[in-house]
């Protein structure tokens, strides 16, 4: 399946602005099923890594208070055209999922 | 309730162990119990080892006064100070105080932005780690009940 | 004007949220009531809600009440059936007035 | 027999202006000239954007959603689906005029053979069934997400409903704006007793929409649902709060409400999809 993580990464001299958002469901683990009642699992991305060359330049530890659907930004310094960007997250199923983009 | 978390926190563990390991750049684990505590000082402690933080002009949250709606928050911070290790956001009333913790790297700017979930009205403290400490500053955000669109 | 709106409102949510006998409704308390009053009931409230619908103007909580009036019905609680089935019918009245008062007192609210 | 003709034409001639007078575009002038008074710091370009023209509190966070919606993911998706051709060789494009692309404003539009409104939505399902391809659920991800991507190559274009010289058209029309100005459910409201009587005052802490504009945006990506959701969706929603029992998406009354709602919002532009609380 195609990676349900969106990045944008824009150059600004050597500083590069991140914008990240990803499919998730981040479940609680106290919402409860409307038809069955049943208590829904808690089901949310645990951690995020972002490398720029291989090299992390984020991490993002999560709780399940992190909005369904994630978005994140944040800028780091020491980027240029042609590095390879990376995104990717693991959740407490031990999902996960990524995607890399070049810098242009 | 207690056995139950445990064993969550277990599992968290041990997925931890088993996806997250071998990708050698990850700095640290996820900080299950920092997570898992129900008081923010428990939550502070499992984190940085104290519950005490600095308060300093030098942080800026961004956070709405009233937030539109509890389940999507946005939020951003962003410091001047130094060094900046980490950048966590803590919500006091939520069930879960820690709500999310970025570890920057040096070379990363002290300059994030996320959408965190709100139980109901609290502060939202965010607090900063470098070298010096921890220093924090906080502001305090209403959740309202919808109208019919809420 | 936000009377205007409150008013009518609370009126009506009263009347329809009001048990049976505060309504005057013939709710019995002496003498038991028997399946074959509940399920006519039934009928009669169900007959009513059709017309409702016709109108465009059913009401959101009357199928419900038409379900736990079949419900109590197979567990043979026939006052509850019966009591669930007037409340159905009375909502259905009052969606029925509503629709014929509306079916030209929308005018008087268009933007002009 | 001509001279009937030309004495029944003449009457009409003579009828016309009588009927554009009392007729949709002298109620679209009247309904946009009213928010305009009502709000006369809110440029009406900014009804497009819901509550956040009327509640700045909201539309600050609203922007932050926007610097990276959630509805990206729909709009991604339905242009796989929308690119992606049908069992026969044939495609979405071949249904629409210009292809498909940037046709969003000229919905909902009378069809004279059908004798319908016919929604987007609705000829989505049309144009799959014309190609032997089953109709979606109107509920479904994948005809939301193909609205949302036709809608996304839509952005500036202005609304532009038509209603033909034809009764039938403008029996659509009327039916919309009766239901529109009708109190119902056991609320006892009208549409418009929220959306215009009191746009910009409180609903329990939230603020109440102006209609102006309304469908400009859908569909839209609804956070407290995480995902996204029809204009007849809404319709439903708001149906179902004042207590009535809502129709189903598609029905022909939320398709004569749309196409009487639209029309008031047209000259504004489509700017959807959007993001909602």
Known sequence: MASKIKVKVKLNGDVAEVKSLMMHPMETGSRKDPDTGATIPAHHITQLTFTNNNEPVMIVNCSTAVSRDPYFSFNFAGAKAGDTFAVSWVDNKGESDSTEVVLT | MQPGRRLFIRGVLALAALTAVPRALLAMAWPANAFGAVAASDAMNELFGTSQSTPSDAITLGAPEIAENGAVVPISIETSLPDVQSISVIVDKNPRPLAVSFEIPPGTQANVACRIKMGETSPVRAIVKTPDGLFSTEKEVKVTIGGCGG | ?112 | MLNTLKLWSLALWLMWPAYAVGGPEEDRIAFQAYFQARFPEVPLSDYVNGIYALDENARQQWEQIEEFPPYEFAVEEGQLLFDRPFGNGRTYGDCFDNQGIGVRQDYPRFDPVLGEVVTLELAINQCRQLNGEPPYDYESNELVSLSAYMAWTSRGKKINVVIPEDPRALAAYESGKQFYYSKRGQLNFACSDCHVTSAGLYVRADHLSASLGHPSHFPVYRSKLGRMISLHSRFYGCIRDVRARPFEEQSIEYRNLEYFLTYMSNGLIINGPGARK
Do not use: C, Y
């Open chain 3, 1 to 112: 004007m936000n009377f205007r709106i409150l008013f009518p409102l609370l009126a009506v949510s009263l009347l329809a949220a009001a048990p049976g006998p505060l309504l005057g409704l013939e709710v019995s308390r002496e003498l038991p009531i028997t399946a074959d009053q509940a399920e006519s009931a039934i009928k009669a409230a169900e007959a009513v809600r059709k017309r409702a619908a016709a109108a465009g103007n059913e009401w959101l909580q009357t199928g419900s009440l038409l379900e736990e009036a079949r419900e109590a019905v197979s567990n043979e609680q026939w006052q509850r059936a019966l009591e669930r089935a007037q409340h159905a019918t009375r909502q259905s009245e009052l969606a029925i007035e509503q629709a014929e008062r509306e079916s030209t007192a929308w005018r008087e609210r268009v933007v002009r």
